[in-house]
């Protein structure tokens, strides 16, 4: 009995002593490397997070914040004991003054926020809103004390809303009105775009962050814009940007297919074995759902090519990166590794290839598949040698190219030929090289091309 006693005490002292703990702080405002504006109080915000202890409606118990400042040029800090703000989500967030009194145009401050639990007598150091730190008394923050613009400027802002579609009010929201979604509305000026005015006075700081807000929606896949008043002129225009930077260029206008193909020999002869391989991605149909088997491929070669069709609807985004998931499990590279290509849309398909744990840009060839030439290899699959002919749809004589490409996109082989009256015509190609190698089994790429189209299509040489 005594032992379970003893225990039940040291995991309660072990539970309470991990809640005692600041799980974390930062998100400090203004950021590190900011201009603060000479004449003005420089107020900085703060967050702290502790498990079960904030978030609510006042500061959490035994937690206090304090604000350290000092010129850069001074070995002594400043200190400013920090006040409760509000609550930001599950977090609390304090807030303390740097006073204008204490800087000029010109100056440096260092700084950095401390927070602290007294009841274990802990402390924490936070980050910033841009990541930067955690900033301590050695490795503190700074601003930069720079004059405020000389006269008047009105600022015209401008945004495009044809990508993700208008939703009013349309509003811009920065550090000049204290991240106020409301206080600044933009109107429309037609084709989706909307424009408004800011008038900033003199003294103000010229640099300024900024976002637009979409019907209460905020720019949320990009940093905060930032804007630096030019003050030469009492007005200033700045271009039309697209909302969250979304240009319809980087979308896709018709269906596209897109033909996967992977090489994994080297892999397989380094130990890894392939019971299935999937690919996960950012782009629909592709996710980063690893631990189940997606967008699977089929084994062409065993132990050495995987291939795979995958339809990219109209509207899909054509900045594709993607992983390899043996086994439905993300061993293929390190976090952020992956590979990339963009969708071609100037054609309804598209032939990419790569390398198992090569990563990066893939190899992608050129399928225009403008029906222009009719082609077929045949055997195909094929053993030995395969017939590869064509027609062309303008049935004339033409002087024509036939060129072979292996996965990775390196011309293999090439054959000029001369069509006959009918647009017509054919070779035979062996499985060799351009110095009569013999290649490996894999996918080969044929392109055909003449003085006015080309086409290319896939074929298969087995061993």
Known sequence: MKKIIIFSVLFLFSFSSLHAVIGWSGNIWPN???????????????QIWKDGVTGGSGPGADLSATLFYKKSTETTYQSYVMTYNTAVGNNDEYMGTIPDTYFGSGDIINFYCEGYDSTDATYSYGTDQAGGGPYDAGNPGSYNIVGGISQDVTVTFQVDLSVVGPIEPVTVAGSFNSWNASANELTAQGNDIYAGDVLFTAG???SQEYKFVNGGNWENEI???TLTIDDSSPTMILPVVYFNNLDPNDFTDIDVT??????VADSVGAGCVFDSLGIYGNVAPFDWDFGVIHNELVEIITDELWTGEFLFPAGSWKHVEFKLGRNGLDLEAGFGENHTFDIDDSGSTQLISCVYGTMGPVTSIDDPHNQDIFMKSSPNPFK???HISFALKSQTYQEATVSIFNLKGQLVQTFETQTDAFGQGDVIWDGKDLQGKELKSGIYFYKISTNDVSEINKMIMMR
């Open 384 to 386: 030995g040698q395969t």
């Open 258 to 263: 897109v033909t996967v193909s992977v090489d």
């Open 204 to 206: 103000t700081n010229p």
């Open 223 to 225: 940093a905060n814009r």
């Open 32 to 46: 590190s490397g900011s201009n603060q504006t000479n004449g003005s109080d420089i107020t900085v915000y703060y």
